[in-house]
C-alpha cells in the first residue's frame, strides 16, 4: 500500500516538474548555424539563463543546411539561420514551423524595414544579421589589385592565387554581375554564358572553400584574394591589418540571413525563447559587435560599437549601396545553377 503511494507521489512530481520545464520537452536546444556566426557568450548567457544545454552544429552554406534538412533534419534540429535567398523554399519545402509571435515580444526590436519580409516569409523568418559578399585581398601582396571580379573570371586580369566560395548561388553569381547580368537571373542563357569563364576560373583556382576557411587562407598567405563576406573580413583584420575588402564595380551580393524553427523542432519552446532573447537589444549588439555583421534590430544601434556604424564594409556607402543586389530566392531555377555547379565541381 505504502509503496503504491510512494509511486503514486513519485509520478505526480514527474508530471509537475515536466510541465514546468515547458511541456514534456527537455532543457536542450539544437542550433544549426553557419560556423563562426554567434558569439559563444550568447549560447553562455541563455543556458545559464534559460537553465538549458545549448547544442550547435555547422554548415558553411545554405545549400548543406537545405540537404541535411531534407535528410530528416528537422527533427534532428530546432533552430536554422536561413539566407532569404533560400527561405522560400525552405517553407514551401516545409521544413520550417510557423512563428507563435505572441512568444515573440521582442520583434518589435527590428528596424521597420526589416519587420515585414516579401512573400509572408515574416511568419517563418526572423531577420538575423545582414551583409555584402565581395572580394578580400591582401594589401601586402596585391595592393593595386583591379576592383573587378575579372580578377577571377579573365585570366588575363589573374593576380595570384585565389579562391572562389564553395556556394553555388553566391560563385555563380559574382560571374553573371561580371557579365552585366543580375545574380539572380533565372534566364538559362545567362547561365550557359557564364559556364566556360567559371570552369576556366575553377581550373586556375586553388579550389571552393567557405567562408570561415576563406578568411583563413589569406591569413595564411597561401591566397591572394578570395571571395568573402565583409563581416567575416573585418573581424579578421583585428589580426591581421594587410587585410582589404571592396565591391567590384561590376556590382555584387547583399544578403539577407534569418533563423527560423524547424518544423518538427524537438524544443519548440526554447527555441521561440531564443529568438526572443537574441532579438534583446542588449544581446542583438552583443551578436553583431561579435560577427561584425550589421544588425536588422534597431533597438540595438545604441549599443553596437560606434567605429563599426560607421564602417563601409558592415554598412555600405551609398555609393556601394547601389551596386548591391539582394540574393533571392531562384525557385525552381535553382536547377539550372545546380546543373552548372555539378559541371564545376565533376571536372
Ligand atoms: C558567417 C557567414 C555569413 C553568411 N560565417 C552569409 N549568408
Redesign the pocket.
Known sequence: MRGRFLLAVFLLTLVVLTSVTGNGQDRTLILYI????IDPKIIKDFEKRFQVRVITSLYES?DDMFAKLQLNGTKQYDLVVP?TSIGKRMVLSGLVRKLERGKLPNLKNLAANFRVLPGGLSDYLVPY?W?T?GVAYRTDRVPKLERSWGVFFDPAKQAGPFVMLDVPHETIGAALRYFGKSLNSTNPSDLKAVLAPLESATRRSLGFVG??EAGSRLLSGSVSYAMA?G??IVKLSAENNNLGYFIPKEGSEL?L?TIAITKNAPHSDLAHAFINYLLDPRVGARLSNY?R?ATPNAAAKPFIRPEDLRNPIMYPLEQDMKRLELIEDLGDAARLYDAVWTRLKTR
Open positions: 553557419w560556423s563562426d556566426y545554405d539566407s544579421q551583409g559578399m567562408g570561415v563576406y563581416g567575416n544578403f540571413d560577427n555583421y
